[in-house]
């Protein structure tokens, strides 16, 4: 939860990543932050791929069926639609601003197709574990459309879409996200920033945190150790709980993404993430027995 007033101690970028471009799925092009041998995992995220391409070649062939067990996904559209099924049933369409928060849970089967043939297709996908107590959980939603994700403007010249967690808006009230999840209490915001801005806010004690910029660039940090990143750059926060932002001669715009660590034992392997070798182990017999 954000308090309206800050803590001292303002948190500096204590590394940065690039990212590395890959595919995935049935050869869709992306550039994975998170997830890497530079950055392997922020516990307890495990993984955060950008995509975006105006190239219908790079996403045509979409995400066919594929199986997940113990963590969570989230994919938060920018631009383009994709058609989201699974084998409980579940279907939906991710439209440009849409979010969908898939606990994966104990086992499901689904696939992310791209629903156009030609145009722009950007977003995010971060995965986010799950505690060994609800690794074998029901699979379960939380998915809502653009309209459902309310936008804070904390400062003049700045808009939050607030996805998880809680801004303080200018007139002191708080805008709260729909997303929910207790087990990480994540917050997960899309800050835009005219030129010239600052912004602080702060992050729950504890937390690991991270910003990736993907338009413009922006300064993290203050005074000495403020950091400039640069766009499509991952941003490592530590030292602190008050994270400052300012923006430079141009407009900026990133994802800000934190959460609580489970502090566990990862054990992972392509779609499952349990916490020991066995389990793993069980999660292939379960779904080649077709048991998720």
């Known amino acids: 939860m954000l308090h309206s007033a800050p803590p ?43 995509f975006g391409t105006d190239r219908a070649e790079d996403y045509i062939a979409g995400f066919p069926e594929h199986p997940h067990r113990g963590f969570e996904t989230v994919t938060y559209m920018l631009d383009g639609r994709m058609r989201h099924r699974d084998n409980h049933g579940n279907e939906g369409l991710l439209v440009p601003g849409a979010v969908q928060w898939m606990t994966a849970g104990r086992g499901v089967v689904h696939s992310e197709m791209p629903e156009q043939e030609e145009g722009r297709m950007r977003g995010f996908q971060l995965w986010v574990n799950l505690p060994a107590r609800l690794k074998m959980s029901e699979p379960g939603y939380q998915e809502f459309p653009p309209e459902r994700i309310p936008v804070a403007h904390p400062a003049d010249g700045v808009s939050v879409k607030v996805i998880a967690g809680s801004v303080v ?18 917050l997960y915001f899309d800050v835009g920033m005219a030129p010239g801005r600052t912004w602080s806010l ?21 005074g000495d150790d403020a950091r400039p990143l640069a766009t499509r750059t991952l941003g490592v926060l530590g030292g602190g709980e008050r994270v400052i932002l300012a923006s430079g001669d141009a407009a900026a715009r990133a994802i800000l993404v934190a959460g609580r660590p489970l502090r566990e034992p990862v054990a992972k392997y392509g779609p499952f993430v349990m916490n020991t070798k066995e389990e793993l182990m069980q999660a292939f017999v379960d779904y080649q027995e077709g048991r998720f």
Do not use: C, W, Y
Request: aromatic share 4%; proline share 10%.
């Open 8 to 50: 001292a101690s303002a948190a500096r970028v204590i590394r940065t990543v690039q990212g590395m471009p890959t595919s995935d799925g049935a050869g869709v092009k992306l550039r994975r932050v998170i997830g890497t041998p530079q950055l392997p995992d922020l516990d307890p995220f495990l993984m955060l791929d950008e």
């Open 169 to 186: 808006d200018a007139d002191g009230s708080a805008v709260t996200g729909p997303i929910v999840q207790p087990a990480t209490e994540p």
């Open 202 to 222: 702060s992050l729950p004690e504890g937390h690991n945190a991270f910003v990736f910029v993907f338009e413009g660039a922006l300064s993290v940090g203050e």
